[in-house]
């Protein structure tokens, strides 16, 4: 099997699944229960927290656990524009964001804020300082992704938070960093971000578990109410082995403190995905020059996704026609880059994890000229 659709879920480690199966065995306890167990069940979550915040420069109790990247998107951005209500007007954003970001924000568009969505060109960049220029006195909320998750652009948003701040202290900045964590290396501390999201899926642990940095003073309301677990942001008792799993993959893609991300044998990876999708002629690249490594998206002119990734599906190849979110439905980014129909309806998204081999590559090129001569009578 080829899997190379590590942006819309990856393989659980087997370290990770060792270290969730232990805890789930030994500390079934409630973390918020008085007893020795409970206890014992809460240093647990401490020392994930402790694991999670290493990796991203911040301070333990300045991350909160969640269920998932979606669930501490909407806790930063519900949070932070309740909590600003009485004078926030405006939002600003990317035109490319995911769904669990752009659906809020189209929300807040129909109850009367003023929403400007920053499109990306047609290369699939953003233009950070139009993001910036957007800001006004009534700006509650400045919103972007560290790393998009089709075309993987990766923005400089230590750069723009500090030009926001600079501007308007009061506008809370998020960072939506599910597709930027583990390969990206950023020390929140640093920066000027107020939230930054997280998921556990993306990086080799199971579905349902993420991650919200909010900066140390940094105000929100929280929307979901309920117990005190997680001081409040987000309540609803703990899963402590997902929570464990988290902490082993955050120790395991960022050596602790020395955090550093290693990307060598991606980047080999990449370069052989390119230098053999140059040699095809009906492929364009719609990624960024400077994209991640980890994520390339390119059409095929005159073969359809859809087609080209059942025909690829029969090897025994896995890739994406887009982002996993949308079903098979045109791509939002690609929309948004204004891309010509063709290139739209031909577009694959490859994504790697570190796990991904040469071999996957030459077998994924292969499977592409084979489309090329075989998919040739079902063309458009
Ligand atoms: N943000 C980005 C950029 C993503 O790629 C995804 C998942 O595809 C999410 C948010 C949502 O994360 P989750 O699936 O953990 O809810």
Same mark, same amino acid.
């Given at each position: 099997?080829?899997?190379?659709?590590?942006?819309?879920?990856?393989?659980?480690?087997?370290?990770?699944?060792?270290?969730?199966?232990?805890?789930?065995?030994?500390?079934?306890?409630?973390?918020?229960?008085?007893?020795?167990?409970?206890?014992?069940?809460?240093?647990?979550?401490?020392?994930?927290?402790?694991?999670?915040?290493?990796?991203?420069?911040?301070?333990?109790?300045?991350?909160?656990?969640?269920?998932?990247?979606?669930?501490?998107?909407?806790?930063?951005?519900?949070?932070?524009?309740?909590?600003?209500?009485?004078?926030?007007?405006?939002?600003?954003?990317?035109?490319?964001?995911?769904?669990?970001?752009?659906?809020?924000?189209?929300?807040?568009?129909?109850?009367?804020?003023?929403?400007?969505?920053?499109?990306?060109?047609?290369?699939?960049?953003?233009?950070?300082?139009?993001?910036?220029?957007?800001?006004?006195?009534?700006?509650?909320?400045?919103?972007?992704?560290?790393?998009?998750?089709?075309?993987?652009?990766?923005?400089?948003?230590?750069?723009?938070?500090?030009?926001?701040?600079?501007?308007?202290?009061?506008?809370?900045?998020?960072?939506?960093?599910?597709?930027?964590?583990?390969?990206?290396?950023?020390?929140?501390?640093?920066?000027?971000?107020?939230?930054?999201?997280?998921?556990?899926?993306?990086?080799?642990?199971?579905?349902?578990?993420?991650?919200?940095?909010?900066?140390?003073?940094?105000?929100?309301?929280?929307?979901?109410?309920?117990?005190?677990?997680?001081?409040?942001?987000?309540?609803?008792?703990?899963?402590?082995?997902?929570?464990?799993? *988290?902490?082993?993959?955050?120790? $395991? @893609?960022?050596?602790? /403190?020395? #955090?550093?991300?290693?990307?060598?044998? +991606?980047?080999?990876?990449?370069?052989?995905?390119?230098?053999?999708?140059?040699?095809?002629?009906?492929?364009?690249?719609?990624?960024?020059?400077?994209?991640?490594?980890?994520?390339?998206?390119?059409?095929?002119?005159?073969?359809?996704?859809?087609?080209?990734?059942?025909?690829?599906?029969?090897?025994?190849?896995?890739?994406?026609?887009?982002?996993?979110?949308?079903?098979?439905?045109?791509?939002?980014?690609?929309?948004?880059?204004?891309?010509?129909?063709?290139?739209?309806?031909?577009?694959?998204?490859?994504?790697?994890?570190?796990?991904?081999? *040469?071999?996957?590559?030459?077998? $994924? @090129?292969?499977?592409? /000229?084979? #489309?090329?001569?075989?998919?040739?009578? +079902?063309?458009?």
């Amino acid at each position: 099997m080829h899997y190379l659709d590590n942006a819309a879920t990856t393989k659980v480690s087997s370290e990770v699944a060792d270290t969730i199966y232990e805890v789930m065995k030994t500390h079934f306890a409630n973390p918020s229960s008085l007893y020795n167990i409970g206890m014992y069940a809460e240093q647990v979550i401490e020392t994930a927290r402790a694991q999670v915040a290493a990796s991203l420069g911040c301070k333990p109790e300045e991350l909160y656990f969640t269920g998932c990247g979606t669930e501490s998107n909407n806790i930063a951005i519900q949070g932070a524009v309740t909590a600003r209500k009485a004078w926030g007007k405006s939002i600003v954003c990317t035109g490319f964001e995911h769904p669990a970001v752009y659906k809020q924000l189209d929300r807040y568009a129909k109850e009367g804020y003023n929403v400007t969505f920053i499109a990306p060109d047609a290369n699939g960049h953003i233009d950070e300082e139009a993001i910036v220029a957007t800001v006004e006195k009534d700006t509650c909320l400045a919103t972007f992704m560290h790393v998009n998750n089709e075309i993987g652009t990766v923005l400089q948003v230590a750069d723009i938070a500090k030009k926001i701040k600079a501007k308007n202290n009061r506008t809370a900045v998020h960072v939506d960093g599910v597709q930027a964590w583990g390969k990206t290396f950023i020390q929140l501390n640093k920066t000027d971000i107020d939230s930054y999201s997280i998921s556990g899926h993306k990086v080799h642990v199971p579905k349902g578990i993420g991650a919200l940095y909010l900066r140390k003073g940094f105000h929100i309301e929280p929307p979901f109410l309920g117990g005190g677990q997680e001081r409040g942001i987000r309540p609803g008792t703990e899963n402590i082995p997902y929570i464990a799993g *988290l902490g082993k993959a955050a120790e $395991l @893609l960022y050596d602790g /403190q020395t #955090a550093y991300v290693n990307d060598t044998h +991606v980047k080999i990876l990449h370069k052989a995905l390119m230098d053999g999708l140059a040699q095809m002629e009906n492929v364009v690249i719609n990624s960024p020059k400077e994209a991640t490594p980890y994520v390339v998206n390119f059409s095929m002119l005159g073969i359809r996704s859809e087609n080209l990734l059942h025909f690829l599906e029969a090897k025994e190849i896995f890739v994406s026609s887009g982002s996993a979110c949308s079903k098979g439905a045109a791509s939002h980014t690609l929309l948004a880059m204004k891309l010509p129909d063709e290139r739209i309806d031909g577009a694959v998204r490859v994504s790697f994890c570190a796990e991904s081999t *040469l071999e996957d590559v030459q077998a $994924l @090129l292969q499977g592409l /000229q084979d #489309a090329n001569k075989e998919l040739a009578k +079902v063309r458009k």
